[in-house]
C-alpha cells in the first residue's frame, strides 16, 4: 500500500493484522491508496466541489462527506468537529457552548432533520475520520469506494427508526 | 465482587468521583478516596476536567488500586489522538484498571489554557466502539493483539442539554457502540430526568445498558450559581436555589436535597445505580450514602 507520501504502509508487512467487519464500519482506512494522480485530479474536483459546497453549506473539506445524513448542514462546522451528534454542553435554546452566539450544529441539523424527514439516518455512527483525506475531494473518494455514498431519498422515515430501535431490541433477546 | 459483576448480576451500584489535584500530590488522592471506600462500588477519576491540567486519570486510578478501591477512568477525546488513546488504555489495563468512561471532553477554551490545541481525534461513540474493538482483540489498525483487554465501558449522558430528542438517539448510538453503564449529568430537575427516563425505558434501553444518574451534593447557593454560570449543560430549576438560598444550615439543607433526589431516583423504573459527585466535598458521602439507605456489597 502507498501512503500519501509514497511510502508503503507497515500494515500490510504485518502477518498479523486484519480487517474485521467491525473495524471496516469503524475506520475510514488509507484503503485504496491514494495516488499521485488521484491528487491532482482531486486538486481539479475539488475546484467545482468548492464552488458549489462552500457558498452552499460552509464545506469544511473533510474529504470524508456527511452532509446527507446531516441533513444538508456540514457538522464540520462543530468547534470539537463531532460527526456523531452533539456534546453535552449545547445551551438553552441551543446555542454552543463554545460561542454562545452561535447556534450549536447539531442543534440545527436534528431540526432540519425532522423538517427533511431525514431522523432515522441520525442513528448511523459515523466512522472516524481519516485525516489523509482532509482538502480532497470527497467525490473522488467516493467513486475510489473510500467512502459511502450519500443517501440522497429517504422514504418512510418514521418507520425506519421504530425498526432501528425495534432491531436493537430484538438482537438483545 | 467487581462493578462489572455487580451489574450483571443486577445489583444497585453507588459510584462516587474524584478530581485529582493540580499538583504531583498523591496523598491528596488517598485522602480523598478515604471518604469513599466502603461506601461506593467504584469511583470515578476526572481526565482533565473542565480543560485544566490534573495529575493523570490513570496513575490516580493505580493509587486508587493500591488503596483498594475500584477506579473507574475517564478517558477524553481532546487531549488525545487515536494512537495515544489505544496505547494509554493499554497501559491501563495492564494496571488491572477494569471501567473506563468514554468523553468526548470539555473544549480547551474553558479551561486555564485556551490556547492549546483540542484534537479530538475521535469523538466519545467512536471512542466507545474503538474500545470494544480493542476488547474484541484487534487495534484500529486491524493488529490482533495476543492479550486483548477486557474493559467494563462506560459512557455519559446529558438529558438536560437541548434538542431532547436527539439525546435520545446519541444515547442509542452509545449503547450500540457497546457502553454497557450510563452515567448522567448531575440531575437537578427531576421532571426532566423522568421524562427522559421514560423514554429510555420506552425505547429499551435500559436493558441494555446501566443508567446510573448523577446526584451532586451543593455546600451553598453561591456554589450553585457557580455551576450553574460556569458549567456547561447544567441545568438547576429555580426552586432549587430557593431553597438553598433561604437555608439556615445550608450545608445540611444540601445533604437533605441530595438524599431526596436519591430516593426519588432509586424508585424510578430502570435505575439501576447512583453516581454521587461530590465535588469539593468528598466527606459528605458517606453521609448521603447512609441516609439515602443506600447498601453497598462487598
Not at chain 1, 452561535?102 to 442543534?107: E, F, H, L
Not at chain 2, 430549576?237 to 430557593?242: I, K, S
Not at chain 2, 444540601?254 to 438524599?259: E, F, H, L, S, Y
Not at chain 2, 447512583?274 to 439507605?293: D, N, R, Y
Amino acid at each position: 500500500m502507498l501512503l500519501p507520501n509514497g511510502q508503503s504502509s507497515i500494515r500490510d508487512a504485518s502477518a498479523k493484522s486484519r480487517i474485521t467487519p467491525l473495524l471496516k464500519h469503524l475506520v475510514t482506512l488509507n484503503r485504496r491508496p491514494i495516488t499521485v494522480r488521484e491528487r491532482m485530479l482531486s486538486h481539479v474536483l475539488l475546484f467545482f466541489e468548492d464552488v458549489i459546497k462552500v457558498p452552499l453549506f460552509r464545506c469544511q473539506r473533510c474529504g470524508e462527506c456527511i452532509l446527507s445524513s446531516t441533513a444538508f448542514i456540514c457538522s464540520q462546522n462543530c468547534p470539537k468537529r463531532l460527526r456523531n451528534g452533539p456534546c453535552g454542553g449545547t445551551g438553552e435554546g441551543g446555542s454552543c457552548e463554545v460561542f454562545p452566539d452561535r447556534k450549536c450544529v447539531w442543534y440545527r441539523i436534528y431540526f432540519r432533520s425532522r423538517l427533511l424527514h431525514r431522523v432515522s439516518l441520525l442513528y448511523k455512527i459515523n466512522s472516524i475520520h481519516n485525516w489523509n483525506l482532509e482538502k480532497t475531494s470527497a467525490w473522488v473518494n467516493l467513486f475510489r469506494g473510500r467512502i459511502q455514498g450519500a443517501t440522497l431519498f429517504l422514504r418512510n422515515d418514521t418507520q425506519r427508526v421504530k425498526d432501528i430501535i425495534a432491531d436493537d431490541a430484538a438482537r438483545k433477546a | 465482587m467487581t462493578l462489572q459483576e455487580k451489574l450483571e448480576s443486577n445489583q444497585f451500584v453507588v459510584c462516587g468521583e474524584i478530581a485529582p489535584p493540580q499538583s504531583c500530590d498523591g496523598n491528596l488522592i488517598r485522602d480523598r478516596s478515604r471518604h469513599f471506600k466502603g461506601h461506593v462500588d467504584a469511583l470515578n477519576i476526572t481526565d482533565n476536567q473542565r480543560a485544566i491540567v490534573r495529575l493523570s486519570s490513570i496513575s490516580s486510578a493505580k493509587i486508587l488500586l493500591d488503596e483498594g478501591i475500584e477506579p473507574i477512568i475517564q478517558m477524553t477525546c481532546r487531549d488525545r489522538n487515536r494512537l495515544a488513546i489505544q496505547s494509554d488504555l493499554l497501559g491501563a489495563a495492564a494496571l488491572g484498571i477494569r471501567n473506563v468512561l468514554c468523553l468526548t471532553g470539555d473544549h480547551q477554551t474553558f479551561g486555564d489554557q485556551p490556547e492549546a490545541k483540542g484534537v479530538f481525534d475521535l469523538d466519545s461513540i467512536q471512542l466507545i466502539a474503538a474500545v470494544a474493538t480493542m476488547n474484541s482483540g484487534f487495534l484500529l489498525s486491524g493488529f490482533e493483539m495476543k492479550k486483548p483487554p477486557e474493559f467494563l465501558i462506560g459512557a455519559a449522558a446529558n438529558p438536560f442539554a437541548e434538542p431532547f430528542e436527539m439525546r435520545l438517539i446519541r444515547l442509542h448510538k452509545k449503547i450500540a457502540a457497546g457502553a454497557r453503564f450510563i452515567q448522567t449529568q448531575a440531575v437537578f430537575d427531576l421532571g426532566v430526568f423522568a421524562r427522559w427516563m421514560e423514554r429510555v425505558v420506552e425505547m429499551g434501553l435500559h436493558e441494555k445498558a446501566a443508567i446510573l444518574p448523577g446526584v451532586m451534593p451543593v455546600r451553598s447557593a453561591k456554589r450553585l450559581l457557580w455551576m450553574r454560570e460556569k458549567l456547561p449543560g447544567m441545568r438547576i430549576p429555580a426552586e432549587y436555589f430557593n431553597r438553598m438560598s433561604q437555608a439556615r444550615n445550608p450545608e445540611e439543607e444540601g445533604i437533605t436535597m441530595a438524599v431526596e433526589m436519591i430516593r426519588a431516583l432509586k424508585n424510578m423504573r430502570g435505575v439501576r445505580g447512583i453516581h454521587i459527585m461530590p465535588s469539593l466535598w468528598e466527606s459528605v458521602t458517606p453521609t448521603i450514602v447512609k441516609e439515602a439507605g443506600l447498601h453497598v456489597a462487598h
